[in-house]
């Protein structure tokens, strides 16, 4: 019903990011983003967010027994608006419209499908989703399935070279580093992304990529959180690096997986490469035990890096 991305709208004029794709106890788990005050939307940090739900809804605030962590929930029936970002992105690639950050999702469209991209399998999320964006808002595109992402990012590497596309420059680096708010310095944080493939610019307008899975039908196991750990170890497996949430199985005598749910880690490593990685460590019922990076939403003292020889 709902995935990773969408937004849901409730009748006091709240916008929540679903971060879950399985309800729970009849709810969907998502984050605040926006508040609607006499008739105009504002995003909300995270402890703006929390603030404001605990003086006015605290309803919607949740602890996950599942996930181990507090968010936000909203059950169903409060649910007034379902937005979905395939269904946006399609309006704005069939209606051209005169806003120019509209006119440029449309240009970046039109320049994947020349790379092959099915641009049935993408959508688009933030603040383009909802309608709220500025002049100033960048570009946050979904793909759906690990083949078109991957296809996105070859597309988005080839166009680089060709120029119809564009790194980011030094500052667009700077301001993407202090949104990050990471625990990497400057010269870590851009060494790892610019490999990555996933962001650049579109007629000087930052764009990010992200991949979800359309059918995501497993419900996660009960995690207990143990306690904050960091190591080194090597990543043996880097399928779901770039996953929501993103997975990278370890070397490791006792421990899994790396399991990653923030944005500024997903596709940190490959496979072979040795990492220092700080996160919680949690097990499940049967013992099995992982090591979460973004076991609060900033992910405040948690990284991946990798190290070099």
Known sequence: MFSPKDFIETAEGLLFAVVDPHLEQGKALCFLRYINAEGHWHKQATDEANAFLYRNHPH??????????????VEVERIVRHHRPKDRFRHIMRQFRHDPVERDVFELGELLRQQGVDLNRI???GSVLVGVQKESSDIDLVCYGSEVFHRCRAGVG?????DRLQDLSDSDWQASYRRRNCSLSFEEYVWHEKRKFNKALVNGRKFDLSWVE????????????????????????????????SVYRIEHDSIAAIVCFTATY????RKGETVEVAGMLERNAEGVRHIVVGSSREAHGEHIRVIHD
Do not use: M, W
């Not at 080839?158 to 060709?162: G, K, P, S, W």
């Not at 997903?266 to 490593?269: E, H, L, M, V």
């Open 123 to 125: 959508g688009i999320t």
């Open 60 to 73: 919607y605030l949740h602890y996950s027994p599942i996930l181990d962590a507090r968010l936000h929930a």
């Open 266 to 269: 997903a596709g940190q490593a």
């Open 214 to 245: 359309p059918n995501e039908s497993d419900r996660p196991q009960h995690y207990q959180k143990l306690e904050p750990v960091t190591l080194t170890c090597r990543i043996t497996d880097d399928e779901q690096a770039f996953g929501y949430p």
């Open 158 to 162: 080839a166009l680089i070279e060709q």
